[in-house]
């Protein structure tokens, strides 16, 4: 009798992992609470996937051997109690799909850079000739991959909803950026089980694995020792001379592996400001390890492209400067894009959220931001913080209404910086759909 596996999510991950699922010959249903579009309905239908949307029917879903969850359902959902209840394994489409690959898994996470830095490394693996799938919280998803590819290597982008729902995976390199508050409502506003998570990407790793981290975030530090990690470890930092790693030397930086070492002024690099040039020598530490010829490490680091919605410059219009920073979702990821405006900054904030404390970006409004635009529905937070410190501060409900007061408020040679602290579900899709909506808005005007 076949294993009945049941998917709970339509989405990317979702009907990745029931693609993956059909291939390996399990019986597979997918439910979604809400709608399936047309194209993951039409992939489902051709893969032979039962499925249904606008809810859930208890009896199908519980009589699952096992349950792979959306990283966007919490575990709090009531079916994912009754899940657990029934004692009804419950994992993600990470740990699904790598049970079904051989491939060399490089996996990054974070609070903020993962993107950027999952993107940098798969650049220079694919420049260096490496065959090399590029999934996780980035791309196709890992599952579909899987089931469809035939890659060598995996770069695995890791959120901490994902990292929640792995027991067995095993990482053979894994980076962990830092991590500062950010989705803490899943968490029981508890900073400890949030980093507890993030630490999950190193379970299971042993000493022929890699654990590249910040020793300069304070928070991965705490944790760090009590992680008990087997992996070798291999540290990057702006403040302290590490004899393996990464560090700062006056206008250059250093990547030292054993006796390999890598030099790049920064000068050099392509991606600027702070939060870069730690996502440059992580991403450097990782082409090391790997064994990828230095040149190719270089080139890299020197031409890689910003990615979208992350300190996108968009357009100069009457002199004023348009970026786009729509993937800042938490303080810390605003914090650096504030910290890189070099020009008076009319700073567009706002929408659902997380629990943020405004008050770690005071010093930096203070000197940075000449006028607040708030985007969202509820901007009484914001207000609190800023009112009396910044003026004015002007409530707008759509990003072209935002685009528009903040280039009333803006003088030659200023800018307009779009990174929002917030999550975007009160007005918009999801951070894309914002920064999209941001980018078609500055060109109307």
Request: glycine share 8%.
């Amino acid at each position: 009798m076949k294993k009945r596996l049941v998917i709970l999510g339509g989405g990317e991950s979702g009907v990745g992992a029931a693609v993956l699922g059909s291939a390996k010959g399990f019986d597979v249903f997918l439910s979604d609470r809400g709608s399936i579009g047309a194209s993951y309905a039409d992939t489902l239908q051709r893969h032979g996937v039962a499925c249904e949307q606008g809810g859930h029917t208890e009896a199908l879903i519980l009589s699952a051997d096992e349950v792979v969850k959306s990283p966007g359902i919490p575990d709090t959902a009531p079916i994912v109690q009754k899940l657990l209840a029934a004692g009804v394994p419950v994992i993600s489409e990470i740990e699904l799909a790598a049970r079904y690959t051989a491939a060399k898994l490089v996996c990054i996470t974070g609070s903020n850079g993962k993107t950027t830095t999952t993107s940098l490394i798969y650049d220079i693996m694919k420049r260096a000739g490496l065959n090399v799938g590029l999934g996780g919280n980035i791309g196709r998803s890992f599952a579909w991959q899987v089931a469809t590819e035939n890659f060598g290597y995996y770069v695995l982008e890791l959120s901490s909803f994902q990292l929640d729902g792995m027991y067995r995976f095993k990482a053979d390199v894994a980076v962990l950026l830092n991590i500062t508050p950010d989705h803490l409502d899943r968490y029981g506003y508890r900073m400890e089980n949030y980093a507890r998570s993030k630490f999950r990407i190193a379970q299971n790793m042993d000493k022929n694995g890699f654990f590249i981290y910040c020793a300069d975030d304070e928070v991965t530090m705490k944790y760090l020792a009590e992680a008990n990690i087997q992996a070798q470890l291999l540290g990057f930092s702006r403040r302290q001379q590490l004899s393996q790693g990464a560090c700062l030397n006056n206008n250059k930086f250093t990547a030292m592996y054993k006796n390999n070492s890598l030099e790049m002024l920064l000068d050099e690099l392509s991606l600027k400001g702070k939060h870069n040039l730690y996502n440059s020598m992580a991403a450097s530490i990782a082409g090391q390890v790997l064994r990828i010829k230095k040149d190719y490490i270089r080139k890299s680091l020197m031409s890689f492209e910003s990615i979208e919605h992350r300190l996108e410059p968009v357009l100069k219009v009457g002199g004023v400067l348009f970026i786009n920073d729509s993937k800042a979702t938490n303080i810390n990821s605003t914090w650096y894009a504030l910290e890189s405006m070099t020009a008076p900054t009319v700073w567009i904030v706002g929408g659902v959220d997380k629990g943020n404390d405004y008050g770690e970006l005071l010093e930096l409004v203070k000197q940075k931001v000449k006028a607040i635009v708030c985007m969202g529905v509820d901007n009484r937070k914001i207000h609190e913080a800023f009112d009396g410190v910044v003026s004015p501060i002007v409530d707008t409900r759509s990003a072209a209404e935002a685009v528009k007061a903040a280039y009333r408020l803006c003088g030659k040679g200023d800018t307009v910086l779009l990174s929002p602290a917030c999550a975007s579900f009160d007005l918009f899709q999801n951070y894309e759909d914002r920064g999209e909506q941001f980018k078609r808005a500055i060109r109307y005007l």
